[in-house]
């Protein structure tokens, strides 16, 4: 997830180069005729006039043609990401229901100050699938369970697991919404 556009870089004694700049929780990534990543913690002074947005990281100024996009780039910029626990959709008062065991301290964390409850009565659904046994057989769980709420798929990522990735996931969840929809 993250903001992502196309941009010229200008650089500092000159010259501009087409790049791709792509805003994430850990900080910006460009690519493109010039790379870099700098951290969210190092950017400073970040402004927005004339098109371009500019901050000064790691000794360094970076400034950056968006046109119409800059001011809203300066203001992402200087936004602080969501938690966890607001991009789950979860506050103090919420209700979430687990199924499966937390793989992250990050997970415990955003879901506890919310109230845990049985699925069919929880706000928020959070399932982690470990196996592709686990995942095909959430669309019966859901079924079974009378869930209306929100889903959130803890799964696997990345060449090491050995659980379902995100390909897995979407097709299983989208051929169990497909026959939500026709029922």
């Known amino acids: 997830m993250g903001r992502q556009a196309k941009a010229t870089w200008i650089g500092e004694h000159g010259g501009a180069a087409a790049v791709t700049l792509h805003l994430g929780a850990a900080g910006l990534q460009i690519s493109g005729e010039r790379r870099a990543r700098v951290p969210r913690s190092a950017w400073t002074h970040v402004e927005a006039a004339d098109g371009v947005v500019s901050f000064e990281a790691e000794g360094r100024t970076y400034r950056f043609e968006?046109?119409?996009a800059a001011p809203s780039?300066?203001?992402?910029?200087?936004t602080p990401p969501?938690?966890?626990?607001?991009?789950?959709?979860?506050?103090?008062?919420s209700t979430v229901a687990v199924r499966g065991d937390l793989p992250l301290p990050e997970l415990h964390e955003a879901l506890?100050?919310?109230?845990?409850?049985?699925?069919?009565?929880?706000?928020?659904?959070?399932?982690?699938?470990?196996?592709?046994?686990?995942?095909?057989?959430?669309?019966?769980?859901?079924?079974?369970?009378?869930?209306?709420?929100?889903?959130?798929?803890?799964h696997?990522?990345?060449?090491?697991?050995?659980?379902?990735?995100?390909?897995?996931?979407r097709t299983?969840?989208?051929?169990?919404?497909?026959?939500?929809?026709r029922d």
């Not at 696997?156 to 996931?169: C, L, Q």
């Open 156 to 169: 696997g990522k990345g060449r090491e697991s050995t659980a379902p990735g995100d390909n897995a996931v």
């Open 172 to 181: 299983v969840m989208g051929t169990a919404a497909a026959s939500v929809e």
């Open 82 to 93: 969501p938690s966890l626990a607001e991009k789950l959709g979860v506050s103090y008062g």
């Open 73 to 78: 780039w300066a203001t992402a910029l200087t």
């Open 112 to 154: 506890s100050d919310a109230a845990r409850v049985p699925p069919w009565e929880a706000e928020v659904v959070v399932v982690v699938v470990r196996s592709d046994g686990e995942l095909e057989s959430l669309p019966v769980w859901f079924r079974e369970c009378g869930i209306g709420s929100h889903v959130w798929v803890v």
């Open 66 to 68: 968006l046109g119409t």
